[in-house]
Every structure is written in C-alpha cells, then in structure tokens.
C-alpha cells in the first residue's frame, strides 16, 4: 500500500467515470446520426464497448486498491508476494500489448490464477496463512482474472474497428 499511489487510483478512477459518461454522450448522439456510414457505425459501437470494459477494469484497479489498504502486505509470505508481483508484471504486460492481446494468454492467465487458488487454499489448510489474508488474495485473483477479461474484450474490438473517425 502506498498512499501516493491510493491518491491516483481514486484520481485515476474520478477521471475515467468523468469520461466515460462524456464520450458515451458523445457517442449516443453520433450513432442516431441519419445514415450513418455501417464501418463509421461499427467503430462507434466497438468505442462504446471499450468504454464499458474500460470502466469496469478502473473499478477493478479500485477494488484491488482496497485490499491493498487492509495493509497485510507483511502477513503475506514470499510466495504470496511474488504472486502479487507476477499479476502486477502481467498487467502492466496486458496495458502494452492491448493490441495484441489473444484469447490464449486468456487461458494462460486463468490456468495460473487457478493454480494459485489452489496454493492458497493448500496454504490455508496447512495453517501457512491467515484467513485474512487469503480471503484478501482471493478477492484479489477475481478482480486480476476480470480485469483480464476486459483487457481481451477491448483487444477484440479493436480488431473490429475498419476506420478512423474524423475529427
């Protein structure tokens, strides 16, 4: 937990839903635009889509946020920490690669988040952490395993976006 970094989350997630409310106004007004180009239509409606993804995953980052503040950190063992560390490299991963993202690093995400639930349910039974913290954790590994599943949407409606959208 940092409180520098808790201030731009909630800053971060202020300006998304600001946002995210304008440009769907936005594009609400140039979708009942009388005829429409289709490939203009489609753009608007994959801009749309993103829009909704994007705001969930800002929600996400918010949620995450708020287990951070629970301030466990050091309950956590070095196992659990670098697990943290891992979900925080493959979504600073899945922010560069946005364009590239593919449905089989979906399977590869969801494999290791399910692999390490599985740990930490082992973790649990054998006393090696708290309750807190593995609850924590889990909350954790569901938001990380959703903000994946945005992160693949808003790719694959950027594959369907034929056109730019003039000015």
């Given amino acids: ?10 800053k971060r997630e202020d300006t998304v839903n600001y946002l995210d409310k304008v440009i769907s106004e936005y594009i609400s007004t140039a ?3 009388p005829n429409l180009n289709v490939n203009i239509s489609q753009a608007l409606s994959s801009y749309y889509l993103m829009l909704v ?20 950190q050091g309950d956590m063992t070095i196992s659990e920490i670098e697990i943290v ?3 925080k490299k493959l979504c600073a991963d899945m ?8 449905e089989r690093k979906d399977d590869v995400i969801d ?9 930490q349910i082992q973790a649990l039974k ?8 593995s609850m924590m954790l889990s909350r954790i590994f569901t938001d990380f395993e959703r903000i994946n599943d945005h992160a693949l949407n808003v790719s694959q409606e950027l594959d369907k976006i034929t056109v730019e959208i003039p000015d």
């Avoid at 940092?2 to 909630?10: A, R």
């Avoid at 993804?53 to 466990?72: F, P």
């Avoid at 054998?126 to 913290?133: F, G, I, R, Y």
Wanted: glycine share 0%; proline share 0%; with cysteine.
């Fill in 1 to 10: 937990f940092s409180d520098k970094i808790d201030e731009q989350i909630y």
């Fill in 126 to 133: 054998q006393k090696k952490c708290s309750s807190e913290v």
């Fill in 95 to 102: 922010k560069n690669d946005l364009e590239d993202v593919e």
């Fill in 53 to 72: 993804d994007i705001e969930r995953i800002s929600d996400y980052a918010v949620n995450m946020n708020h287990q951070a503040t629970k301030r466990l």
């Fill in 111 to 119: 494999s290791l988040v399910s692999s390490w639930r599985e740990a």
């Fill in 85 to 87: 560390e891992h979900m």
């Fill in 31 to 33: 979708l009942a635009t």
